[in-house]
């Protein structure tokens, strides 16, 4: 039992480069989450998805996209990489009582 | 969107002291949940609390949501060196999302 897993832990990319963050979870959940978490600070809500095929905004979803193409997965697709993406980014599931199983985080900058 | 104001932003303290974090919102949750992060990690749920005045205990560890399911804090007793991290909490909307707080750092100084 993995819990919730993404890929890649790390990464750098250029101003204007795209990127997906893959995170999977084997816990059968319905809730996923994309959190992002800006140094020293909480996390604040990009997007989340209620099930298949259901996606939802978050507090600041702007130069994100997601799908949910299945229960298990839940990318994170960034299109024009900015400065201002460089974070570090949790994917997290839950179940009925939304208590969140995260995941280990990518850490993305931005140059 | 409900906000969850956390306090302090930072605690520094000594081995053996004892602390409280609080977590304060001007609305009302259906529950809410204390995580404790370390440095390269994600977030491990400590506890939800679900119930006004509900006082769950987790070894050293003490949390109580408050009469009114506005607010929350978490009492550690004795502190130790692998106390060390950053706690958030969390209110659960009336929906499906969770509130976090800006978290407070909290460093064990042996």
């Known amino acids: 039992n993995a819990g919730v897993t993404q890929t890649p832990k790390f990464r750098i990319l250029k101003i204007g480069q795209s990127m997906t963050l893959q995170c999977a979870q084997d816990m059968n959940h319905n809730y996923m989450y994309w959190y992002r978490q800006d140094p020293g600070m909480g996390l604040k809500l990009i997007y989340y998805s209620v099930g298949a095929g259901i996606t939802d905004k978050g507090e600041v979803p702007n130069g994100y996209n997601v799908s949910r193409s299945t229960t298990e997965d839940f990318p994170l697709r960034l299109e024009l990489a900015a400065p201002s993406q460089t974070s570090v980014y949790f994917c997290a599931s839950s179940g009925i009582t939304y208590e969140q199983y995260f995941g280990p985080g990518t850490r993305l900058t931005v140059t | ?110």
Do not use: M
């Not at chain 2, 001007?26 to 390269?40: A, C, N, T």
């Not at chain 2, 060390?84 to 707080?101: H, I």
């Open chain 2, 1 to 110: 969107t409900q906000l969850l104001e956390q306090s302090p932003q930072f605690l520094s303290i000594q081995e053996g002291e004892n602390l409280t974090v609080y977590c304060n919102s001007s609305s009302v949750f259906s529950s809410l949940q204390w995580y404790r992060q370390e440095p390269g990690e994600g977030p491990v749920l400590l506890v939800t609390v679900v119930t006004g005045g509900e006082v769950k205990k987790l070894k050293r560890l003490t949390f109580q949501f408050g009469d009114a399911r506005k607010d929350s804090s978490l009492h550690i007793t004795a502190a130790q060196p692998g106390d060390t991290g950053l706690y958030l909490c969390a209110g659960v909307e009336y929906g499906n999302k969770l509130v976090f707080g800006a978290g407070t750092i909290l460093r064990v100084k042996s």
